[in-house]
């Protein structure tokens, strides 16, 4: 991997200028090889900065971090300029939230990351036998996305592509229940969400389906290898929306959002996401993912007749089942109190916080070892499970480029796309349209990361 020069100093104008489209990074930091780790990760007595969303750790959590670990944690609300502005005076916060499947390669290749190996190597929580697979959305090795040293952890994870289904708008509508174990295709999928969207005076009332993401550009990302292929070229320095599976899925995509059966940049949710819709009966299908069953079960006049079906497939191409966030926390280089924020890491990914998070069913917990505290007491719970175990062995990380943020290649797409939703442009030419404006901000990226 290529390593920044270590010590050299992280300027504002040099963070800034690694900066694609506004996210967060920097060039200039200790290098993960030079990192020495003591014997010692107590931290006991200490403070830790932690840059997270005000649903990441609750006061609550706060407070039982100081009851167990006798560690305070200070925490900073998120925000890419304030976390910028830390970085560059030289006072990073200790642990940064960040989303693994498109967060890590971006940061690591801007050598701001710790890479925490040594920290594993030691552990007694977190020991490497017993992390899910989905982990590895946070290695990166100078390259690829996938493998080499870790940075992060994910706190829980979804495979994303997965949907819901109400059982009771599908009844209403007389339309057939997708398989729960074999998957429907894509073309299956939006037409059974024309079929069960419901409209009146011009207003729809009932989604029939919500086909997202997490985020477009990774959705479209995993939409293409589903085909068969790869949005990114080799080196991850280029996009080509052009290729016969990018075609096929940057289509579908514009299909759904052209057939106004579910939310999109020109039918917005006024919920803003689909859990509040899904639990009004307004929303026929999500593809939510696992996750979405902490709010279901809560609701037991909803939760008996909801269900979880595999993520479908492109007639003729290949069965992925992505997990498209992978949210969890990265540790800054040059953080100055590393020992004691391992000490947290260790605590909130393995201990008491990530036994709580496992039995509410937001997520699947990124230890194999507490699968057992999956929510199963109930008939529709165990049906739940017994999808999701299935669909697991589906499971693979899709590489995501170093090059650019996903929020500088939304903001391309959401410029240029709606045309193309909207009927007013055809998918051939929002597939050249696409390649000229990301090409552009990815062949910056390139040359900014070197």
Known sequence: MRRPH???????????SLSAGGAAAGAAALSGCAMQVS???GGSGETVTVMAKADDISPELIKQARSDLGIRINTVLFSTSKLIAMMTNGNPPDLVRGIGAVDAPYYAARGVMEDLDPYFAKSSVLKLDDLDP??????????????????GMAKDFSQDSMFWYNTGLFDDAGVDYPSELEPVTYEEWL????????????????????????STPNLLASLTVAAGGSLFTDDFSRVDFTAPEARKALGWYIDYCRTKVGPSIIQPDP????GPTFQANRMA?????YWLGGLINADKKLAPLSRLAPAPVFEGGTRVSPCQAGTGFWMPSKSHNKDAAWRVFEWFFGEAPAKAR???????????SLRPLMPAQEDYQQRVLKVQEAELKHYSVIAFTPYASADSLLGLFNQIAPAAMNG????????????SAMNEQLKRGKEQVG
């Open 134 to 151: 989905v982990n590895d959305l946070w290695r990166y090795d100078g390259r690829i996305q996938g493998r080499g040293p870790r940075y």
């Open 285 to 289: 299908m999500s593809n939510s993912g």
């Open 191 to 214: 037409d059974k969400a024309e079929r069960l969207t419901r409209r009146k005076s011009g207003q729809t009332t009932v989604f029939g389906g919500s086909y997202n993401g997490v």
């Open 271 to 274: 919920n803003t996401w689909d």
């Open 424 to 435: 007013d442009m055809s998918v051939n030419v929002l597939a050249r349209r696409l390649n």
């Open 39 to 41: 014997n010692s990760v």
């Open 358 to 368: 496992a039995s509410g069913g937001w997520g699947i917990p990124t230890l194999k």
């Open 6 to 16: 270590v010590g050299a100093p992280l300027s504002r104008r040099r963070f800034l």
